[in-house]
Every structure is written in C-alpha cells, then in structure tokens.
C-alpha cells in the first residue's frame, strides 16, 4: 500500500515536472524575439554583467541568446577593473566576454576607454600633466589593441560634456587639454582599426549638450580622425521622454555622416529629487519611503504610462532605421538594473522590458507590436 502511493506521489511529481517544463518549452518557442522583429532596422543590445557571461544565471542566459543580437559589458572594461595599476591590465573578465559573445554570436560593444569616472586609484590624483598623458596613451594603446577584431565597436570617450554643452571638468581636460578628444579617437583608430568608433553621453538630445556633442564630433571629423557613431544613452523617466528633442537629434546627429544609437536605454517609474533626466553616477540621495512607493509591485496604470512610451520611441526608432544602427538595453531585466541603487540605494524600480522573474512585461509586447503597425 506504502509503495502504492509512493508509487503515485512519484508519478504526479514526474508529470508536474514534465509539464512545467513543456509550458517553459513551448513559452520560449512562441515568444517572439527582438533581435528577429527588428532584424532588418538595428541591433538590439543588452549590457550585461559577470554572473551573465560567465553563464551563471542561467534565466538571464536564456533571455540573452534569445532575444539580443548585441552585448555591452556593464561594468568589467572600464578602467579602474581592467587598468587598476599603473603597469597591471586584468583581462580575464573582459576575455570571459569576449568568449561568451562568441559562442552566442553577440557583437560586442566596448565600454569604455576614457570616462572620468570609475578610474583606478592610481590615476585619480594624478598631478603631472606628462604621467596623465602616458596613462592615456598606453591605456587607449593596450586595451583596444588586444580587443581589436574581437570587439566590434568602442565607446571611446564616455561623458565628456556638462549640461551646457561645454566640456566636463575632468582629469583629462585639466591635465591634457581640450583636444584630449580628438587624440582619444586617434590613439583608438591607430591601435583598433578594424573596430567602430563611438563617442557615448546622457541627455545628448537636450539641445545645448547635442550642440557640445556636434562640436566635438566635427573637431574629430575636421582633425581627419575617423568616428563611426554617437550613443544617446537614453535613461529617461517613463513620463518624461523627449520624444521631439530625441527626433531632432537624430537628424542632426546623422547629416554628420555616422550612425546614431540609444546605447543605455531604461524607462524609470520612480522620481528622483531632482525631478530630471539624468544618469550622472556620482548624484545621491537619502532612502526615504515616499520615494520608493511600489515595492509590492507595478500598479496597472504606471505600466501602461511605460508601455506607451516604449512603442512612442521604438515607432521613433523605426522611422529613421536608416540613421539608427543600434539600440541597446541598460540591463536584462527589472531587478538587475541600476535604477535600483541610484540615486537612492535599495528601491524597487521598473525600467526594462522583461520583470525580475525574466517574463516579458506589456513594454515588450508593445515594443515587438510598433512592427505591424
Ligand atoms: O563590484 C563591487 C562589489 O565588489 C561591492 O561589493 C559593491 C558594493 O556597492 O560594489 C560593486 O561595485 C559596483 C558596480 O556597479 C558593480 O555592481 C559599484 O559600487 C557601482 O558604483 C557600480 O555602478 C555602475 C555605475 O555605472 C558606475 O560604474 C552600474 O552598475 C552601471 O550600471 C553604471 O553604468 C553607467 C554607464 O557605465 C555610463 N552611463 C551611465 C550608466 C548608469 O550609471
């Protein structure tokens, strides 16, 4: 009798499990993907992070090799992890990706060779104008070097620009001068030359930053230096999306002759104190619970406030899929996401297009529709 029901207990565990994983088998089958949708407009990319190409989160990987075409590391290439001293370069990460990529036929795109911020302790202080010149050199030299032909495209130059358009205070700009763009661009055209080129910023589409950003393109184009495209990152608020000055941008960024992209795009519900768009990594502020208000789950409304802007940008998007080449996702889904910690540590945002158990949220299916319509 025992081994009876033991026997049936055995079977109905044999044939939930058998049939969960028919309902996962065939959900994947019949979800359509991105990268097929919008195969013939742009790439469509995802930054991703260690646990992911190192294949450990196994539910993202899935996610990943079906719906992307194109990765950005999140954080592993930027200088203070692949340049951390003087004379130490630490590849394995980045050679990590540069395998995972391959094997799941993902182009790469590089970030980031010159950003003020994220630089190793070594090189923060630096007083002596030639010292800062050398580190620059050797790392532009060192690092797209080795990843040239294995890397498709660099952002070369991350954030170099104020609101106003005019350039950011940086170690770089103190110490090397305002034409350090320009030999950034050299330097990477020299050491990765069968590599694309691209100059990446936030809020870029807000008139007097894309005019900063159309000065520096034609200096490096007017220097002879080549640039491939321009990165809009695109972290906006779901409620504020500049669709007009986004446009705009598009325009004035593709009469310069390269392509445009959205390289870190995320639709944030939640406010920040400053009741703007920004993606400035040193802004913070206080927890507070007034400022984190849906902690048990994204209210009806708000998701469609999202799934609206979404299908208004990727119908943007599609209208000038000569001009855009690329729009890449700042994250795979909503719990991996930076907007969880920034500006303020420990909230619960909701900026992507799949939810924190990897499931394609209303956006995507709006974003997927902006096809037929
Ligand atoms: O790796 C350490 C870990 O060892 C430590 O325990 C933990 C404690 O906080 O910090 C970990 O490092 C964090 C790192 O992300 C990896 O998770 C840093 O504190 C944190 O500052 C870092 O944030 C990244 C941020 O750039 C600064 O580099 C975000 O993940 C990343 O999404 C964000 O990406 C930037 C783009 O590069 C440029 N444009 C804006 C965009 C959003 O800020």
Known sequence: MTSKLLLRFTSYLIAGAVSLF??????????????????????????????QFQGKDTAANRVIAQQFNAVTPENIMKAEIIHPKWDVYQFDLADE??????????????????????LPAFMQHMQDPDSVKKYFANHINTIASRYDGKVYSWDVVNEALNEDGTLRNTIFLQKLGGNYIVDAFR??????????????????EQPKKRAGAIA?????QSAGVRIDGVGIQGHWRADNVPLNDIEESIKEFSALGIEVMFTELDLGVLKNPWDNNTADVNAKAEANANMNPYTAGLPDSVQKVQSKAYEDLFRLFL?????????TFWGVNDGQSWLNNWPIR????????????????????????????
């Open 346 to 373: 420990g909230r619960t945002n909701y900026p992507l297009l799949f939810d924190r158990h990897f499931q394609p949220k209303d956006s995507f299916y709006r974003v997927i529709a902006t096809k037929g319509k």
């Open 97 to 118: 990706l540069v395998a995972y990529a391959k094997k799941n036929n993902l182009k790469i795109n590089a970030h980031t060779l010159i950003w003020h911020s994220q």
């Open 216 to 220: 520096i393109i034609k200096s490096i």
């Open 22 to 51: 028919n309902f996962q088998a065939s959900e994947s089958q019949t979800l359509p993907s991105l990268k097929d949708t919008f195969k013939n407009n742009f790439l469509i990319g995802a930054a991703i992070n260690t646990q």
């Open 319 to 327: 209208k000038y899929d000569k001009s855009v080449s690329r729009v």
């Open 187 to 204: 330097l990477a055209q020299a050491a990765a030359p069968q590599t694309k080129l691209y100059y990446n910023d936030y809020n870029i």
